[in-house]
Structure formats: structure tokens, C-alpha cells
């Protein structure tokens, strides 16, 4: 046995208050409050001063701790020593509103033997009520950009490059008309998405900004949607985070434009249409004539189609019926061409058509078939058609020379015609 003289016995004592002091002035150092509490739920330490609390520290020794802790209402239930005192196991990062508006976070660990059982409970709570401010202020901001994003229409997506995975917002899929259980949450599912005319521009913008060359992208394709259709968006992109100088995630939007590109597109169709016939126009006749102007069109032809008695019609019958008349020799014409020929409408009571790659002969069956079915819908047509054509073989002679010697021809067939009637 180990016999203790007074000299080394008080040295002990001496030493072990000494160590006691000093680790009270370390613990006295943390930013939070420490409290030790034993099985009764009764404080056998604490670090609480006056400006965490409106009772001194030293006063709450030996006291129940949930008489004066902040986080809960003088009642043991809610005590957190109570809960570990009862399952054995810590309850860490619990986070609690004080009934001040402030926040804390709680770690409470059992204090163990040997033989597992609780001897004390330390509780060590920090001051969180700044951080979930920010934290709750974040929150209400995503929640109010959630909704200006369902308002404005916007989908959202994000690319995870480190994982592979990308988001899809709500709004992104019912703008396509999916549910996110329907579809796989990655690049290759967007890129399935893509139209395939417009695939190559997407792919080459996620591939600039994926590795650094561009920040951000703004363009316009189809998507493809649910009901089989595709649907117009406005895409934008840009790099949302980095690591070790590397992009690893992108960030984007779709607005659904489809609307627009709608209107846009009825614009261009009006400039380049006639509003009654919904053939090309005269404007856009000429532009054509020049493209197809090379030597592969060749032999280039053209026809004028007049409508004999239009004019005198539309002094016996409404507007409304003689637009009918316009509309229905339109049809014939759109019946009897092929499709890489452009019909227009040239004048109040002339149509014009350029057929690429086709000679005075086939010109001149086209003329006959044109003939035969107009004469068999004559109770449905109140004017005869009237035709003149030219061929062009080489650049020897002028486009405009081309379109007189086409008109030239119908006038006289139409003086012809008038004369067979005795109306010249």
C-alpha cells in the first residue's frame, strides 16, 4: 500500500485544485454554455454568467436545470438531459427556438463508467440565432424566386458534373409535360430532348461553358414535349460553381416561347404570303426567281396565269365571292404543280409560277393539266384561266425578258380566247 505523507498529500490537493481552477478558466473560454447535470436533473456545473442568463451561474448549482434553462417552458418533458438520461444515446445539433425569438443548437452527451452506465450529462449549447436568421431569410427568398419562377413561366435545370445528375425543376417538366418519375434525371435524358436539328448548337454551349471557355449561353431550340410535339424555349446557362479551378456545376432556365415564335412566324407569313390565296407574294416571287437563278435550275420556267373575266365579276358580284374565285384558282394550281415549284399570286387577277429545272415541254404539259381540271370544276371557278410561259436555257437573256415574254404570251392567248367568244 502506498502511504501518503502530509507534505505529498497537500502537494496532491494542491495540484488538483490547481488543475480544477485552471480547467474552469478553460471552459470558462467557450462561446457557449456548459452545463453538467446529474441523474436527478439537478446542475453540479455550469459556466453560465450573467450575460447568458438573468441568474448568476453559482445560484443555479444543486437546482433543477430546466428551472432556468432558456429553451424550455420550467417543464422536465422537454429537457434534453432527460432524453439522454432515458435512451443512453447523445442528442447532438438540436436545434431550438427560445422563447426570446433567438435560436440555439444543443449537444447533450452521457458521461459513462465502466459498465456503460450514466454518471453525468454534459449539455453544451451555442448561440445559433444569426445563422438561422440568414438561414430563414435564404429560405424566404428561394421560396418568393420559386414562385416568380412558376408566375414567369421558367423551368429550371442544374448539371452536377461531379455526380452526373441533373435537376429538373417542376416547372421545367410540366412545361414538356412530364412527371419526374417518368424520366431519367440526366444530360443524356435532356439531350433526348433536343431536337435533332438543334442538338448540335445545345451541345456545343454546355460544352464551351462545362469547360470554362464561355461563362454563360443564351439561345433558342426545340424541346421535345409528351403529347409528341416540340415546343420553342428560350435555354440559358451559365457556370454556378467551381472546384480547383474546374467547372462542376452549370445552372439554367427554359422559358417557354412557343408563344412568340408563333406570332413571329404568322409575321413572316404574312410578309411573304397573299392574305387571300395564301400563296407567296409577289415580293417574294422576284427574291426566289433571282436565288433559283443558276446554271443547276436551268432550264428555268415560268408561267403567268390570268384570270379572263375577273374583272368584269367584280362588278356584278361582292368582294366575298370574287375573293372565293381567288381562292379557288389558287387550288387548281396547288393541285396540278409539284412541289418544288413556288406559286404566287402576281397581280389583282394574275397568278405566277417558277418551275426549276423544267423544259418548254414538260412547261406545256403542265399547261394542259392545268387546262383539263380547271375545265372540269368551271361551275365552281366564275373566270377562265389564261396562260402564257417562257423557258430560260442559259443567262443569255434577262429574268425580267423571261417574265415579259411569259406575260406577252397569256395576253395574247387571252385576246385569242376573247376573240373565239366575240368579246374582242
Not at 146 to 169: D, I
Not at 217 to 231: A, D, I, L, T, W
Not at 374 to 386: G, M, N, Q, S, T
Request: charged letters at 30%; aromatic letters at 10%.
Amino acid at each position: 500500500m502506498i502511504k501518503y505523507t502530509q507534505r505529498s498529500r497537500g502537494a496532491l490537493e494542491g495540484g488538483y485544485f490547481f488543475m480544477k481552477e485552471m480547467l474552469e478558466k478553460i471552459i470558462d473560454l467557450f462561446p457557449g454554455d456548459l452545463n453538467v447535470i446529474d441523474s436527478d436533473y439537478n446542475l453540479v456545473y455550469t459556466n453560465v454568467t450573467p450575460r447568458n442568463h438573468s441568474i448568476e451561474g453559482k445560484n443555479m448549482i444543486g437546482h433543477k436545470c430546466y428551472r432556468h434553462c432558456r429553451y424550455i417552458q420550467n417543464s422536465p418533458e422537454e429537457c434534453c438531459a432527460k432524453a439522454v438520461y432515458q435512451s443512453g444515446d447523445a442528442v447532438l445539433r438540436k436545434e431550438v427556438k427560445l422563447r426570446d425569438g433567438g435560436w440555439i443548437e444543443i449537444n447533450c452527451l452521457p458521461v459513462k463508467d465502466d459498465y456503460g452506465n450514466i454518471l453525468l450529462v454534459a449539455e453544451y449549447m451555442v448561440d445559433i440565432t444569426r445563422y438561422k436568421e440568414k438561414e430563414l431569410d435564404l429560405s424566404e427568398k428561394e421560396k418568393r424566386f420559386q414562385k416568380a419562377l412558376e408566375t414567369s413561366q421558367h423551368g429550371v435545370w442544374e448539371w452536377n458534373m461531379e455526380t452526373g445528375k441533373m435537376y429538373f425543376s417542376d416547372q421545367f417538366l410540366t412545361m414538356l409535360g412530364f412527371e419526374s418519375d417518368q424520366v431519367e434525371h440526366s444530360l443524356q435524358q435532356f439531350n433526348k430532348w433536343v431536337h435533332p436539328a438543334d442538338a448540335g448548337k445545345v451541345m456545343k454551349a454546355f460544352q464551351q461553358s462545362a469547360s470554362g471557355k464561355k461563362d454563360s449561353f443564351s439561345m433558342e431550340y426545340r424541346m421535345y414535349c409528351s403529347n409528341g410535339q416540340y415546343k420553342w424555349v428560350l435555354g440559358r446557362g451559365k457556370i454556378s460553381e467551381e472546384k480547383d479551378g474546374n467547372v462542376i456545376r452549370l445552372t439554367g432556365s427554359h422559358e417557354d416561347i412557343s408563344k412568340r415564335k408563333m406570332e413571329e412566324e404568322m409575321a413572316r407569313f404574312k410578309m411573304l404570303h397573299d392574305p387571300i390565296t395564301g400563296l407567296y407574294n409577289r415580293q417574294y416571287f422576284e427574291d426566289a426567281l433571282k436565288r433559283l437563278d443558276t446554271d443547276r435550275m436551268y432550264p428555268l420556267s415560268v408561267m403567268i396565269i390570268k384570270l379572263e373575266g375577273f374583272q368584269e365579276g367584280q362588278q356584278i358580284f361582292s368582294p366575298e365571292i370574287m375573293d372565293e374565285t381567288l381562292k379557288q384558282a389558287a387550288g387548281i394550281l396547288r393541285h396540278v404543280c409539284r412541289h418544288e415549284d413556288i406559286i404566287a399570286r402576281w397581280s389583282e387577277d394574275e397568278f405566277a409560277v417558277i418551275f426549276p429545272t423544267t423544259p418548254q415541254e414538260a412547261v406545256s404539259n403542265i399547261f394542259q393539266r392545268i387546262t383539263d381540271y380547271a375545265d372540269k370544276h368551271k361551275e365552281v371557278i366564275r373566270a377562265k384561266l389564261v396562260m402564257g410561259a417562257a423557258t430560260r436555257e442559259d443567262q443569255s437573256a434577262s429574268l425580267d425578258k423571261l417574265m415579259k415574254t411569259a406575260a406577252r404570251q397569256a395576253e395574247r392567248n387571252q385576246l385569242v380566247m376573247r376573240r373565239e367568244e366575240g368579246r374582242a
